[in-house]
């Protein structure tokens, strides 16, 4: 039991840090936050590199065919299934819920 708890642990941390992004690398020139940017930089790790998806993850290279931007980004904010909630915030979020939603 103790060994499963710390696998859940760890593997829970490692998902955090794996799809936390980097601010600065999801800002434009212009000051914009880059929705393609915070996907790429958050997303991909877990998503993957073409967000084809990745193990258990769903791909989201199609997202847009399924789900609307208000969608997307409620499961960015609130999570679902095996995404924690929260790891991109606010205009980042925000962003990458409209790229997504044109991702069809």
Do not use: Y
């Amino acid at each position: 039991m103790k060994k499963r708890l710390l696998a859940a642990l760890f593997s829970s941390a490692l998902l955090l840090a794996a799809c936390s992004g980097d601010d600065e690398a999801t800002q434009s020139t212009d000051g914009v936050v880059d929705g393609e940017n915070v996907v790429k930089s958050s997303c991909a790790t877990c998503h993957g590199g073409n967000l084809e998806g990745k193990g258990n993850t769903p791909a989201l290279n199609d997202v847009g065919a399924r789900l609307s931007e208000a969608e997307i980004l409620d499961i960015i904010e609130n999570g679902k299934n095996g995404m924690p909630p929260g790891l991109i915030k606010g205009e980042q979020a925000e962003a990458a819920a409209a790229w997504l939603a044109e991702q069809k």
